[in-house]
């Protein structure tokens, strides 16, 4: 059973930071294209940030540039989402994904929630001011 657990997350103040982990099993994703979303309360999933399945493209959407980082580790079956910086506005579920292509040759394949087959369960990251 192929399975995408994140972890992580937590209570933080703003200005903080928290690094969350997505570890894959049932299958291994290192030829994978790998990203993460969040959703807030009454607000639709929404792209956050993802590589490709060797990290050589990296995007990140525009609110969490130059304040998130994204990496993986092929090794571990792991990828990685380094938040620092943090607002309250980051406050959301996060969730990490998995696509079934290495990569998209156009930031869009990234962004698309329908690129990923496969979803974590989420973890809840709480930014308070």
């Known amino acids: 059973q192929v399975q995408l657990v994140e972890s992580g997350g937590g209570l933080v103040q703003a200005g903080g930071s928290l690094r969350l982990s997505c570890a894959a099993s049932?299958?291994?994703?290192?030829?994978?294209?790998m990203g993460w979303f969040r959703q807030a309360p009454g607000k639709e999933r929404e792209f956050v940030a993802a590589?490709?399945?060797?990290?050589?493209?990296?995007y990140y959407a525009d609110s969490v540039k130059g304040r998130f980082i994204i990496s993986r580790d092929n090794t571990k079956n792991t990828v990685y989402l380094e938040m620092n910086s943090l607002k309250p506005e980051d406050t959301a579920v996060y969730y990490c994904?998995?696509?079934?292509?290495?990569?998209?040759?156009?930031?869009?394949?990234?962004?698309?929630?329908?690129?990923?087959?496969?979803w974590g369960q989420g973890t809840q990251v709480t930014v308070s001011s």
């Open positions: 994904a998995a696509s079934n292509s290495g990569g998209y040759s156009s930031g869009r394949g990234y962004f698309r929630l329908t690129s990923y087959a496969y």
């Open positions: 049932g299958r291994t994703f290192s030829s994978n294209a």
């Open positions: 590589l490709s399945w060797n990290g050589d493209k990296i």
